[in-house]
Every structure is written in C-alpha cells, then in structure tokens.
C-alpha cells in the first residue's frame, strides 16, 4: 500500500498601513476608508515634524511639534476619523488637497484628555485627497493608538427639528408605546447645547421627536441601550421652539421629564442628544405617558409631613398622619373644611424636619397641578418645620370639591455633606437616590375641601338695643344684597336651625327679656342667606330699687328732728370704654408703640396697622389668609415675620379712663395668633 503524503504551504499575506514623518503622497502612509470603523495601529514614534504652520493656526492646541502623517481619498460626501490613543492625550487635525508646510487646517479636534478617543466628522468630497496629522498635546514624546477612517453612516431621519419623528402618547402611565431611535451619525441643530441641572452637554448629535399633548401633565422617558450619559431638551411653539424643561439628572440609566402645564392640543419637541463630544453617541428607547401624578419616595421615614389643618374655614378640620411610601391620599376623609367662593382658607402645615414647603390646589379638577397657575405657597429658600400660610378662593369658582396637595421637601448631597432645598419640585416628582451622591427627600399630601356659593347678603351693620327694666328691646341691622334682601332673620343661638323671627325690614323688637341677652341676625335676598350670622346684643338695664326708713306703718314725719331716709340699689349697669371694631380704617382708639428698635425699614413692617379682609402677608413664609368676617372687614396686625430680628410692639389706648367707680372691669377682644417657631426663638 502506498502512502502519499502531501506537504500543504499556506503563505498568509497582511497588509498593514503606516504613518509617514511628513506628508507626502507615499503609499506607506495610504489610509484606507471602510464602511465602517476598523481600528489599525497608528503610531507617532519618528521624532520629527513637518507641519511649521502649526504654531499659527493653534485653533486645537496644535503646536510644531513631533507628528505623523497619513492620507485618503474620499469615496462619500461624509468622512468619520477617529484616532484613538493608548494612554497619552491625542491632537487630530485634517487638511485638504496638496501638502502644505505653512498650510491651514480644515477641521481639528483636542476634546478629550489621555487615552481619550477623537474624532472628526467632516463634509468630505468625493474623489479629494484629505491629510490626517496627529501630534501628541504638548509633547515631542512617542504616542501609540490606533486609527479608522470610514464613510460616515447616513443620520437618522429625525436630525433636524423640521423632520421630528412624531411619537404616540400613552394614555395611562404604562410605556405600551414605545419607539427606539439613535443619535448615531447626527449633526448638531443650530440649537446648541443648554444648561439642565447645572450641566451644560454637547449636542453634536441631537435627534428631534414631537407629541400632540393629550392631557395638562406627561411624562418623557428615555431609556439608553448603547447610548451613553445623555440629556432630554422639551421644548414649546415651533421649531426649534423654546426650552419649558429638561434632564440630566444622572451618568448612566433612564432620564425622565415631568412636564406639567401643557396645553391639551398644542405640538411639543423632544431633543436627545449626548453629553459628551465624542464616544458617547447610540441606541435608545422613548415613551411618552399620561402620569396620574402620585409621587413617591425611597426613603419614606426620614422626612414626611406629620400634620395638616384647615383654619378660619366654615368647617375647620385636623389630620394627623405618620408616612407610608411618599404619597398619603386624604381625599376620603370625612367631614371636609368648606369655604365660600371669594373668601380665605388657612392650612397649618408640619412636618418631622425643617424643609421647603409647596403647595397646590387643582383649581380646574384636571387632576394635575400646574406650577404657573395652581401653585397657592412656597417657603422658596426658607426651611420650616411647620408653618401657615392661606389663599383666597377666587370669585366664581364652580362650587363642589377640590384637591388640596402640600409637600415638603430636602435634598443631601452626600459627596459635600450639604443640606440643600434650592430644587425647585413640582407636584409629581418623585423624591429618589440618585444612584452616586444626591438624595431627595419629602412627602406628598392630598386633601378635600368644599367651595361653597357666594351668597351676596350681607350684614353691614348692626345697631344694639337697650332698655330700662324688663321688657322687648328694639334691635337695627342693615343689609345689602343682589337681589334685594326681601326677609331679615333672627336666631336665639348662632347654630340654631329655625330662626326666632323673621322680619321684612331691619328691626325686630325682641320677647320681654329679664337679662341683657345676645342674639343672631343674617340676610336673606330671596336667593341664598348669608353664609355668617351677626351677634347683636340686646342690654338690659336694671330699675332700681328706693327703700325709705322708717317704713309706711311707723312712718311720722313732724318736726325738725325726725329723719326721713331714702335709699336706691340695684343691679350693676355695663358701659362701654372703649368699642372699637376698627372699621374706620386706623388704628382708631389706639395707637402703636414700638418697644424694640429694628430701624425704620423693619419697624414700618412690624407695627400695628389696619388691614382690609381677606389679606395674606407677603413676608417671609407666614402668609395666612387673614379675615375679621366676610366681606371687607377691617382689622389691625401686626407682623413679625421679617427675618432674623426680635420685634415687641404695642397696641396703646390713646385715651386715659378714670375708673375709680367701677366695681370691675372686663377687657374682651378677637385675636388671632400664629407662630412657626417657640416663642421666645
């Protein structure tokens, strides 16, 4: 048996491309352009250098320093060329036509720092020789990397804004809907890069979407596959539009927008592009949805709102609460704090810590809150542990319910050890770890409250009656009203359902009464009565009573030493000293005195002066609605929310009273007070 064996050579050829020390036309320093990025080893190691025009052209750094040459021919009207070094910082510039020792670059890049990649995207000609040089920054050393050249792929369709892709809204807060794009091979829109969170992103490679707003609130999520640390622009009106929010809140993962105060019909663009220069382009996923807006925390026990009360309302009410996961729906609580359209509502509001304060009321039942026309309170820069703060519902409002929201809210920065509250949160923003140093603490409230009908009767004036012994007193009360008050009517007790009396004119003689005794008047106009009832007092003044000594049996008047005495007693009458109601408009039988010195600016915000019904302070972060009773009553404050400062002023009698006859004196008066620290702090 024969045995033949065969010896098989098999000579593998590599073809590899160099660098040259100058620029030439040398087929040693041929670069081949591919369809794609196919890295070859690229090296500056001659320790020459050719181009002397470097030292004026200096647009990238550039310097006449060691470098290394190469060349191509354009085979797209699009040329990518990304050199990569090893470990050193890499300077790459790219000339056009014939060498030129003194000649000027077309396009340059020095972006990134040592080891960083370049790269350069330029509108090529077919058929044109193009020069690649690169040096490394600063330095006549060696460099090793590598380099591809490659046609560049074309962009996405979405590149500009006039071509955004439009995107389907999701209906509920689910992404059903989802649609993938990419920032690979985008050029920059004449928009720029903007400021979002402190940062400010290239935006060589923006992509451009737009949605049909369905609702006031949604919300845009962007989550990356290949695409590196990115940034998401919104923008309204027409393109290129104008920016109303933005994210770049963390280095890697999804980025997400809130947007709220949208208007339902009106087109909004969406604008992707990378943070960085170079290297960061690629894939990702987007989704626009309809948020219910509940927001939520991953830390629930550290900061959460721990009270909230209704004050100065037709229905006052108290919650108490502890924390579940950021959010506490109170809608269902029962009963509810209700107030009349025009008039002031009060919310006491505390929390575990002190933290920034907003809060909302969803004035057209959408189930949003927009922060241009909803927002009723924010502390802004000032940190509260509780506070109160009021808003006056406006005239003609629909009656019916309304969500009130309240959130509280801080932010640690765990890489400088801050405390911060300068964010400024919506409603629906959950309070997150960032994922490196940042975390948002807080807690979301809603409640219920009624808006009930204004009923326009209205009690001006009352005039008290008086009478000499038991008997009817004659009481006086004035009305105004649209329509005309048609019935006047008279209560024994404030809450009481029936009314004693009711009377067509403003006078009503009461039943015989022993004692001086108070009763309750409101209006009627036919339509509606008035929401509050009016005390008027009806005073009883005492006969006295004559005692004569001797009595009638033994009682013999004759002659000059028989005396007659006569006696008088009676019950204690009540006088008036002072019965200021303040409706005047000044201070009226008082004047202000003030006891610690602040300095004019200070002590002017401080004393004692009249204020007109419903008035909110707008000082520091104490802004109750203030009222005396419906309508424009008047009344007199005096406000110590100014700052840092010890403020002590004092409401005076003008007026001395000699008092040496009275068997005592009482001192009665309708006070509100309020505070949002210790006394004495």
Known sequence: MKKITFLLTILFFIKSFG??????????????????????????????????????????????????????????????????????????????????????????????????AETIIYATTIGTRYRVRIQRWNSNGNMNGQICIYNTPLGPSNDDCANATVLTVNSDENCTTILSGTTTGATDSTVGGMLCNGFTGASNDDVWYSFLATAPNHQITVTPNTLGDFVIDLRSGACDGTNIACADDVFTGSETINATGLTIGNTYYVRIYSYDTSGGSGTFDICVTTPGCTPSTDTPDHLYISTVSFLGTLKDTTNSSTYTNGYEDYTGNSPISKQVEGEGVNIYVEGNEIARIKAWVDWNSDGYFD????????????????????????????????????????????????????????????????????????????????????????????????????????????????????????????????????????????????????????AYNGTCESWVRTPIVAHLTPIPTLTVTPDTATRVICGENNPLEISAEGDVDDVYLIDEDFENGSLGAFSNVTLEDNGTTINNRTRWQNRTSTFVPNEEVWHPAISSGFGPNQFVISNSDVGPYVTENALTSISSYDTSDYTNLTLSFKAYYSNYLADNI
Request: proline share 3%; glycine share 8%; hydrophobic share 30%.
């Open 371 to 522: 922060d241009v026309t909803e927002l009723i309170y924010d502390t802004v820069d000032v940190a509260t542990i509780s506070t109160t703060f009021g808003f006056v519902i406006p005239l003609g409002t629909p009656i019916g319910d309304y969500r009130l929201r309240v959130r509280n809210y801080y932010q640690i920065d765990y890489l400088f050890d801050m405390f911060d509250i300068g964010y400024d949160f919506n409603a629906c923003k959950d309070f997150v770890y960032d994922g490196f140093y940042l975390e948002d603490f807080g807690e979301a409230e809603d409640y219920l409250f009624t808006v009930e009908p204004y009923c326009n009767a209205i009690i001006t004036s009352i005039t008290d009656g008086n009478s000499c012994g038991p008997g009817s007193v004659t009481l006086d009360a004035t009305a105004t009203g649209t329509p005309a008050i048609s019935e006047y009517r008279w209560y024994t007790n404030e809450t009481d359902a029936t009314p004693i009396a009711i009377t067509s004119t403003g006078t009503w003689n009461t039943p015989s009464i022993t004692t001086t005794t108070t009763y309750w008047v409101s």
């Open 19 to 116: 660098q040259t020390n100058n620029c030439n036309n040398n087929g040693s320093g041929q670069l081949i352009v591919g369809s794609s990025c196919n890295l070859i080893n690229w090296n500056s190691t001659n320790g020459s250098d050719y181009w002397d025009g470097a030292s004026t052209n200096g647009t990238c750094n550039e310097a006449d320093l060691d470098d290394a040459w190469g060349w191509f021919d354009a085979t797209s009207t699009s040329t990518t060329i990304t050199y990569n070094p090893d470990t050193q910082d890499a300077i790459l510039t790219l000339f056009e036509g014939a060498c030129n020792q003194n000649g000027t670059a077309v396009a340059c890049l020095d972006d990134g720092l040592a080891g960083d």
